[in-house]
């Protein structure tokens, strides 16, 4: 039996290859081989143990990032709490450092996605299964409400009180402007994704892939620096759905398609640029 588990997990990460979209090995040689596209749907993923795996790393990751980023919002809205001095730097600081550590420990395992979009944008590149991206979704979502539900257990006033660090679109700003930061946002995330987990740069660099969760995380900071007046920023549907089902208030149901709508659309565009213009730069190996 465990002959037989050993066999599984090899075959996992090797055939279905869940640690290429943000691996943390480089290639060992200077030669570059174009990965080959994942396929459309891999019926034997359902039976490895690895995909399972996987999947419950997503939804770890998702729950801890929810966990700590909302009660880092709500402790901001608290005029009572010491939190409330990391001011919009601090919680801008809690969303970019959780992707960087929680895409740092889960790379090998998943992927380190945390986030639909960026799933989206992936299988956009071929860089999974529809399989494996509509589970890893869901996963996303459900991690992303029991993080959001063990915030308003702690805080069960609190929480309600302070918007339940749901995203709405501030006053002073329309739904297209709320939409339009959206997209850019992601946009810039999902492009940073892809840009330091190129096959290419990685042949050639041995640095970047090591890398890789810095960007990313430095990324979602400044997006969320950005963007948080706004919308309060969700680039990200999993962690806007927990809070708005656990919130589960009208102000935060009014705008949350421009929550689902703008990070897929910024992802694909993310993905369609990265595909047309990156991808299409000559390799030349420093060897």
Sequence with gaps: MAENKEEDVK???????E??????SAQTDKDYNEPPAA????????SSWSFYRAGIAEFMATFLFLYITILTVMGLKRSDSLCSSVGIQGVAWAFGGMIFALVYCTAGISGGHINPAVTFGLFLARKLSLTRAVFYMVMQ????????GVVKGFMQGPY?????GANVVNPGYTKGDGLGAEIIGTFV???????ATDAKRNARDSHVPILAPLPIGFAVFLVHLATIPITGTGINPARSLG????FNQDQAWDDHWIFWVGPFIGAAL?????QIIIRAIPFKSKA
């Design 270 to 274: 993310a993905a369609v640029y990265h």
């Design 19 to 24: 640690t290429q979209p943000i691996g943390t």
């Design 141 to 148: 979502c459900l991690g992303a409400i029991c993080g959001a």
């Design 160 to 164: 309600q009180r302070l918007g339940g």
């Design 189 to 195: 995330l999902v492009y940073t994704v892809f840009s």
């Design 11 to 17: 075959l996992g990460a090797n055939k279905y290859r």
């Design 243 to 246: 809070a708005a089902i656990i």
């Design 39 to 46: 396929p459309l749907f891999e019926p034997g993923e359902l």
